[in-house]
């Protein structure tokens, strides 16, 4: 249903540092499709608060949806045209958020010429009532919640709104290019409130990871080795047997059962 995955033996150093840390609220950066709000869920349940943040329209969505706040999203008229008949799945918050997580596989094809194109849209549309129904059926049974979903960019929340002293994890995307074009089909066809937030140049990306730094507890995962961290390796995991390595730095370095490396 979420798009996108952390890879299992992150997810099992998450768990496994999360559960060291003081029974206080957790802060988690660029949230994506939240994975890790997903993995602190299944250690504490809903007994500690756990807030989110992240600037996309799709995990903004998400984000709201999790945290019990409405859903500022409305198809443009530019739109009404061609997508008028989801009308009536835009409503309730919860059909809403299930139509935009549906949205990501088709509207790609929206105003586009050709047969391809409208043989997709019309396979939806045909099949809609019965993917919605599941998507949203899915959504009313989940038990993840947050405590808090800050919209925007990740330096002024750990800056002005993450308390000095609470654990922190994240896993930044650094390709921010990628990142926001990947759900930018939402964007296009719906008119919601998009966050503030600065381009992420490379001194950008270093003050995230200082600011991840300056406080007791955390957990962050790189694209990139950082020699000066290596102390505070934690294990090093791949996303495929090809993909890229995530180097998983934390404030405690190696817990007792962590992965140091794996596929």
């Known amino acids: ?6 890879p299992a033996p992150l997810r099992s150093i998450i768990y496994e540092h999360a559960g060291t840390w003081p029974e206080t609220d957790i802060y988690v950066g660029c949230s994506g499709n939240f994975t890790i709000e997903r993995v602190l869920h299944s250690r504490f349940g809903n007994a500690r608060p756990v807030h989110g943040n992240d600037i996309q329209a799709y995990s ?48 790609q094809y929206v105003g586009k010429d ?17 993917m919605h129904e599941k998507t949203a059926t899915k959504l009313r049974n989940l038990e993840t919640r947050l405590g808090s979903f800050y919209a925007g960019d990740v330096r002024t929340y750990l800056r002005d709104v993450v308390p000095a002293e609470a654990p922190v994890v994240m896993f ?47 957990v962050l995962g790189l694209h990139i ?23 998983v730095y934390a404030a405690a370095g190696p817990c007792t059962g962590a992965w140091p490396r794996s596929s």
């Open 172 to 218: 930044p995307p650094f390709y921010s290019g990628d990142y926001q074009a990947q759900f930018a089909s939402i964007d296009a066809a719906f008119d919601w409130p998009p966050p503030d937030f600065d381009d992420l140049t490379e001194d950008g990306k270093e003050e995230i990871i200082a600011q991840v730094q300056d406080r007791p507890h955390w």
């Open 60 to 107: 903004c969505a998400l984000g709201w949806f999790l945290a019990g706040d409405e859903l500022p999203f409305t198809l443009r008229d530019g739109y009404q045209d061609e997508l008028g008949w989801l009308a009536p799945y835009l409503e309730d918050r919860t059909d809403l958020l299930a139509t935009l997580m549906l949205g990501t596989r088709f509207l």
């Open 1 to 6: 249903m979420f798009h996108g995955s952390i």
């Open 225 to 247: 080795e950082r020699p000066e961290l290596r102390h505070r390796l934690a294990g090093v995991v791949q996303t495929a047997n090809r993909g890229l390595p995530i180097y």
């Open 114 to 130: 050709g047969t391809y194109y409208r043989r997709m849209l019309d396979a939806t549309r045909d099949q809609w009532p019965r």
